[in-house]
């Protein structure tokens, strides 16, 4: 494919990996960072054949500064780029005004420089949130921010919302979908790890002692990355106003041990067996963010399904065992994990 799109946030671990098969792809490739002259070196060391094929613009989401020129010339945007952190902030609008304003921001000039595409980075947490005991979500349900979900959830629903109402309102010729993933896992290129891989890191290095009754849905970064490609090279009508849902399947915390104990025995000797008991993750709640944000989660399950997304799209999810696999992998051959 020939053209040029804009990824925003080629720092981050999605954002990298869509840049790394758009270049393989034969798409030129434009690119935001907060800050150009530090985040440029580490980019051109990665794709150091890219040449003119990859360009890097300073431009935050905050500001509009940049964005007409990271966005001229180009076909199509790829929106990566969204606050997320480990830790809750104390200001639920710290997610909020970046996620919402910056995904208004790309739109805004991307239309203006005749961008006809716009693929967002969304969130299983703008589809599986605040409905109860409901445990089965697909690309049609919505999280219901009268519960007053976590500042993150919130401000991945609230973005995806904004977007689009603005493209209904403001370009409702834009071939506009966005791409829904669960916990992204999978291979890591440095040690600037999403918060995402921070859990398999964790479960290998020994820092998480006990297992909590918790579960997750898994997703490989190159399948999101993947899924983002082929939302720019699809027919428009395939994927105009559509949603698609990032997830190979929900897995427990103690499966997630379990299956890398199995696969990987040799990385294994730190993994925690045993079940940390309900009544510890609510003690611990009370001085630690993370804790607290798990205790709403135990025994609960959140099974995004991810097949309306490989039926439209054309492809198969790489099994959750193999993400974790590889992403156990990769944290230790690269050093990032010493065991
Ligand atoms: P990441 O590695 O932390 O990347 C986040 C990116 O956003 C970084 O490039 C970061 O730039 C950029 N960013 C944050 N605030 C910014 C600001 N104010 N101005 C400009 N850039 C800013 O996280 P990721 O896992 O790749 O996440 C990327 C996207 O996927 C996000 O939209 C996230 O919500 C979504 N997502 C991730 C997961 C997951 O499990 N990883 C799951 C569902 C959805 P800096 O390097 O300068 O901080």
Redesign the pocket.
């Known amino acids: 494919m020939t053209g040029t799109v804009l990824v ?8 990298g990996e869509v840049i790394d098969q758009l270049l393989a792809d034969g798409w030129s490739v434009h690119t ?4 150009a002259a530090k ?1 440029e070196p580490r980019l051109r060391a990665r794709w150091s054949d890219a040449g003119e094929r990859l360009k890097v613009f300073s ?4 500001s509009d500064a940049g964005w007409a020129q990271a966005t001229a010339g180009c076909d199509a945007v790829a929106h ?5 952190p480990m830790a809750t902030p104390r200001d639920e609008n710290d997610l909020i005004v ?2 919402r304003d ?1 995904t208004l921001r790309a739109l805004r000039f991307a239309h203006e420089a005749g961008v006809t595409r716009f693929v967002q ?5 703008a589809i599986a949130y605040g409905h109860g005991d409901k445990e089965h979500f697909d690309q049609n349900d919505w999280t219901n921010l009268a519960a007053d979900p976590p500042p ?1 959830i919130k401000s ?1 629903t609230i973005a995806e919302r904004a977007a689009r109402d603005w493209v209904a309102d403001n370009a409702p010729g834009m071939v506009f979908c966005s791409i ?5 896992f999978g291979p890591v290129y440095d040690g ?1 790890l ?4 921070e859990i398999v890191k964790k479960m290998i290095d020994g820092s998480i002692p006990l297992l909590p009754d918790m579960g997750i849905g898994v997703v490989d970064v190159r399948d999101v990355a993947k899924m983002h490609v082929l939302a720019l090279e699809a027919p428009a009508a395939t994927v105009a106003g559509e949603r698609f849902p990032a997830s190979a399947s929900f897995l427990w915390m103690r499966d997630m041990a379990a299956s890398l104990r199995r696969r990987a025995p040799e990385l294994s000797r730190k993994i925690p067996t045993r079940a940390m008991p309900d009544w510890l993750v609510g003690v611990l709640g009370l001085f630690m963010a993370e804790m607290k944000l798990i205790k709403g989660e135990l025994g609960k399950v959140r099974d995004v399904s991810g097949k309306h997304s490989e039926d439209v799209l054309g492809f198969t999810f790489i099994p959750a065992e193999q993400s974790l696999e590889d992403t156990a992998r990769s944290l230790t051959e690269r050093g990032i994990v010493k065991l």
């Open positions: 925003t946030g080629g720092t981050g671990y999605i954002g935001t960072v907060r800050d985040s431009a935050d989401l905050l990566v780029a969204s606050p997320f970046p996620a910056g980075t969304s969130s299983a947490a993150y991945k829904n993933p669960v916990a992204v600037d999403s918060t995402s891989v």
